[in-house]
């Protein structure tokens, strides 16, 4: 990486990202965070070297990359306060619902702006994360964001208008996953396993499970039927979980997360 990557928030996602650039080579002197919280910088600079600050304007002209990492609610106070004329600057936002043109409503016309949803198993260098570019950004700028962004997980590009889909699937998908790992392991704990044990097994049976998944590009339902066995346990199972709207519920939660997602971008 041959550009001074700025971040304008320090919060969790913006330290997956610096956790994923510090491992991927990316000297920490050329990392720097703005961030209000005394005590998040410190972390920062003691964890992993990089120069934190508080002063966004002054972060800016210090680097030629800079990652947009604070709260969407908060996106037109703080790109308000920088100003505008930033041609020579690319900027990476992973503001959920906060649109493009919006963006580049606030910094100027020419801003060049790349859209990402990245999801948290960044922490742990295993998210995914969806890109796309506004109008102003280059396809060099495109593939500079999705380096940085390979490096704490996978990768893809969608249109920005499918950006809410994404969050519904990806974004706030980890939710979702953790939800049911804690209700298997209830479940387990009902039926006389310890937590420790039930937990154990749900967690590593979700995550083998997806393993096996992107290893075999089969499709679900394949994989589905080769654990339900005919007349078996895991058959009777699943006609359970269809009886009591799953699959249902779950389409309905990415449903209202879309819809959420949309209403965050109106504002």
Do not use: W
Not at 234 to 243: E, F, G, P, R, V
């Amino acid at each position: 990486m041959d550009k001074r990557t700025g971040f304008i928030g320090g919060g969790n996602m913006a330290e997956a990202i610096i956790k994923g650039l510090v491992a991927g080579g990316v000297p920490a002197g050329e990392l720097t965070v703005s961030e209000p919280s005394e005590p998040r910088r410190k972390l920062l600079a003691e964890r992993y070297g990089v120069k934190a600050i508080n002063d966004n304007k002054a972060l800016i002209q210090m680097s030629d990359t800079i990652v947009l990492a604070v709260k969407p609610q908060l996106a037109g106070q703080v790109l308000g306060a920088i100003g505008t004329g930033f041609i020579d600057k690319l900027f990476i936002s992973i503001m959920a619902g906060v649109k493009s043109a919006a963006i580049e409503g606030i910094l100027g016309s020419g801003a060049r702006v790349v859209r990402v949803m990245p999801n948290t198993p960044a922490l742990v260098l295993s998210g995914a994360s969806a890109l796309s570019r506004g109008d102003n950004a280059t396809e060099d700028d495109l593939t500079l964001a999705r380096r940085i962004f390979d490096l704490i997980g996978t990768t893809c590009v969608v249109d920005e208008k499918l950006l809410d889909a994404v969050t519904g699937v990806s974004g706030s998908g980890p939710a979702y996953v953790l939800t049911f790992i804690e209700a298997l392991s209830d479940a387990g704990v009902k039926h006389g396993l310890t937590r420790e044990v039930a937990t154990q097994l749900a967690t590593q049976t979700v995550y083998g499970t997806a393993k096996l998944l992107l290893e075999t590009h089969e499709h679900p339902a394949v994989l589905k039927s080769n654990v339900a066995s005919p007349g078996g346990t895991t058959i009777a199972a699943m006609h359970s979980l269809d009886q009591d709207g799953f699959r249902a519920a779950t389409i309905n939660a990415v449903d209202v997360c879309v819809a959420k997602s949309k209403e965050l971008g109106q504002k």
